[in-house]
Every structure is written in structure tokens, then in C-alpha cells.
């Protein structure tokens, strides 16, 4: 049996390649080199370049070129065309292409082109983007300078309310409580607005109404979650409404809780309030028969949350109500939550 092993003169040009040589360049050195090495073994080239797994014609090309051209030879040439293909557009159709952009700056090839129809051209869309683009690149075409004006209303800057950090912890009860309101329209001509707030841990509620929504009402809101909420207020998150600004950020900062506003358009942010405000529509207000004033629906609300909170199961609690789900995890606080009814 004919054993073939790799010649030693391969493995010291495998330990020590070119410096100066790219990657690929060191690896065809290396292959005629041990190429050579087999068939002074004894082996046929072929079989040779077998064992190496490479075409003969590979190894003798760059046998050729590292020969003609030395380690250079081995390096990847440009594979530019030596013809290159050369636009054939029109210079009045070109001079006309300018002439549009120029008139209407903010346009872009899709509208030119059907300019460009108009005046008898037939070109495609990417032509009209491709000579654009040359435009640009010689200089002769040149952007407007753009004065950025926006159509929304800035944002005030708020003094106390940040963003929720992301290495914001919510462990406990109270750590974070989503406060959010709901247009509530029983009746033609009746609009209604419902201050909701849940605690993402226990899931506890807590509701108001009042006939607007406004920072000072908000600002009274704070009273009764501070009052029905069985567990000191760490943080509130809001959105960017106006009835969660001025009075209402003030009394926050006031008593010492820590206030989260939410990036525009992102209500999902919010999804346990507003998914509150879904169970609580559903379950009171699309059932609820009695008369609409305030004072009889407060009442009629608070009836309501005690049931929410003391009754009904919540599946995200594993089918325990949330004053349940304080006994069990949070005995600190069950005597509180006991003492938290109608």
C-alpha cells in the first residue's frame, strides 16, 4: 500500500505566508507548491491535483502566473470590462430632465418622466433616474437648501415626567401603576370622562368620572388612588395628554411619586389601563341602566370596582382576584386590601 502525505515544504509555507499577501493569495501559493511537492512523490499530475482536489488547470494557471508575475500573480485582478457600455441619452433630453428638476425640485423620477412624456421623449423611469444621478455627480444638478418646518405642534419639555428608563425594575405592587382616561358616550350630547389606573403587578383598579379631563381633576385623581390603592404609589406612567401635564405633574412631583410619559402614538405602552378600560366599558358601562349624572354613576362605579377588585377572577392572576392575589404573594398588604371596600 502506496501511503501520499503532505510534503514538510508545505507545511513551512502553511506556518510562515507572506506578509505582504492577502488572504486568498497566501492560499494559491500554498496549493502549487504542494501541488509540485506530490508529484515529485511520483504522482501524475492528475492524480496529484486529485488528492488536492483542484482542477489541473487551476494549479498550472496559477503555476504560470506566479512564475510570469511572481506572489503579484497570485493576487485577483480587476475584472472591470474593457468596454465599458456608454450612455446613449439624448443632450436635449438631458438639458430638459434638468430643466424640470430644477423647476420642480422636490419631485423625483417617477413624476419627471411623465413630464418628460408630455414633451414628446420616449424614456423609461430608472433612464430619468439614471441621468439624475449622473447630474448629481458632475456637479450640475444641485438639492435646494431645505428649511425644515414641521407641521406638528412641538412638544413642550416637561419639568418633572421622563421617559421609563429600561432598567426600570417592577417587582411589587405600586412600582407601576398606567393612569389613562376614556371618552365614555352613553347618550347623544353626553360625553363623559372616565379616569382609569391599574397596577401591572396585582392588577388592581381603581376609577373615576367626572364631565372633563382636566390637569386639576387629574391632579384630584391622585387623592383617590393614593386612597383605594392598597400599596404605597412608587411610579405613575401616563401618555402625552394635557390633563396629565402642568398641576397634575406638579402634585406628582409634590409627593415625591415618580411619573412616566409615553412617546407619541405608542398607547400600546399603556396595555394594561387600556385593556382596563376595555373590561370595564364591557362589563359596566355597555350594562349599566341607571341614570347618567355623576353622582349616581360614581356610585354605581365604585360598586363596580369593588366587584372587579374583590370578585371577579382574573385570569392573569391565575383565577385569583386581585385582593386574593395580595393575600397570597404579598400578606403585607392583605389587611389593607380587606379594608378596601364599599
Known sequence: ??????????????????????????ERLRWP???????????????????LSLPCSTLYRWQRQLKEHGLKGLEDKSRRPKRLRQPMWNPKMVEEILKLREE?????????????????????????????TYLKARGVLKEPNLR????????????????KPKDYKVKSPGDLVEVDTLDVRPLPGVILKHFGARDVVSRWDAMDVYTRATASLA???????QQKMPFPLKALQVDGGSEF????EAECQRRGILLFVLPPRSPELNGHVE????????????VYDGDFDIPSLREALERGEWTYNHVRPHQALNWRTPAEYLIECHPELASIANTCAV
Open 245 to 248: 401635564a402642568s398641576q397634575f
Open 104 to 132: 420642480y425640485p422636490r419631485w423625483g423620477k417617477d413624476k419627471l418622466v411623465i413630464l418628460i412624456k408630455r414633451k414628446g421623449w420616449q424614456v423609461s423611469t430608472s433612464t430619468v433616474g439614471r441621468v439624475l
Open 33 to 51: 507548491n504542494c501541488w509540485q511537492a506530490l508529484r515529485q512523490q511520483g504522482l501524475p499530475s492528475g492524480k496529484a491535483s486529485q488528492v
Open 219 to 225: 391632579a384630584r385623581f391622585l387623592d383617590i388612588l
Open 275 to 286: 385593556r382596563a378600560h376595555r373590561t370595564h366599558t364591557e362589563e359596566f358601562y355597555e
Open 148 to 163: 425644515r418646518i414641521s407641521a406638528r405642534r412641538r412638544r413642550q419639555q416637561r419639568p418633572y415626567a421622563v421617559r
Open 1 to 26: 500500500m502506496h501511503v501520499i502525505g503532505i510534503p514538510a515544504a508545505f507545511s513551512r509555507i502553511a506556518r510562515h505566508p507572506p506578509q505582504d499577501l492577502s488572504l486568498k493569495a497566501q
